[in-house]
C-alpha cells in the first residue's frame, strides 16, 4: 500500500488550504486514514482522523478549524484546514491505521510529508 498527498502551499494566516491523501489501495485490516504533523523543532503531532465508515477524531488545537472527510470509493481521505495560524506550519504527513483512530501507535504506514506555511 503506498499513500500519496497531495502538494501543500503558502499561506496567510486567517486562510484555508485543502489536503488530501490518497491510499493506492485498502487492505482488509485497514481501519482508517491519518493527518500527523511536524513542525521545525517539534516532535510529530497528531492532527486529525477519519475511518472509511466516516468516524472522525481530532486534536484539540485544531477542532472547529480543520475538517477531516473521506472518499471511499477513492479510498482518499482529505483535510480541509480553515482559519490558519502561523503555528499549523508543518510538514503535515498522512498515514493509515489498522486500529482505532485514537490510538497513535497503531499508525503504521505513512506517506512523504508535505509542507504547509502560514504566513503571518
Known amino acids: 500500500v503506498q499513500l500519496q498527498a497531495s502538494v501543500g502551499g503558502l499561506v496567510q494566516a486567517g486562510g484555508s488550504l485543502r489536503l488530501s491523501c490518497a491510499a493506492s489501495?485498502?487492505?482488509?485490516?485497514?481501519?482508517?486514514l491519518g493527518w500527523f504533523r511536524q513542525a521545525p523543532g517539534k516532535e510529530r503531532e497528531f492532527v486529525a482522523a477519519?475511518?472509511?465508515?466516516?468516524?472522525?477524531y481530532y486534536a484539540t488545537s485544531v477542532k472547529g478549524r480543520f475538517t477531516i472527510t473521506v472518499d471511499d470509493a477513492k479510498n482518499t481521505a482529505f483535510l480541509q484546514m480553515n482559519s490558519l495560524k502561523a503555528e499549523d506550519t508543518a510538514v503535515y504527513y498522512c498515514?493509515?491505521?489498522?486500529?482505532?483512530?485514537?490510538?497513535?501507535?497503531?499508525?503504521?504506514?505513512w506517506g512523504k510529508g508535505t509542507l504547509v506555511t502560514v504566513s503571518s
Open positions: 489501495e485498502r487492505t482488509f485490516s485497514s481501519y482508517g
Open positions: 498515514s493509515i491505521t489498522s486500529q482505532g483512530l485514537g490510538y497513535l501507535q497503531g499508525y503504521e504506514l
Open positions: 477519519i475511518s472509511w465508515g466516516g468516524f472522525t
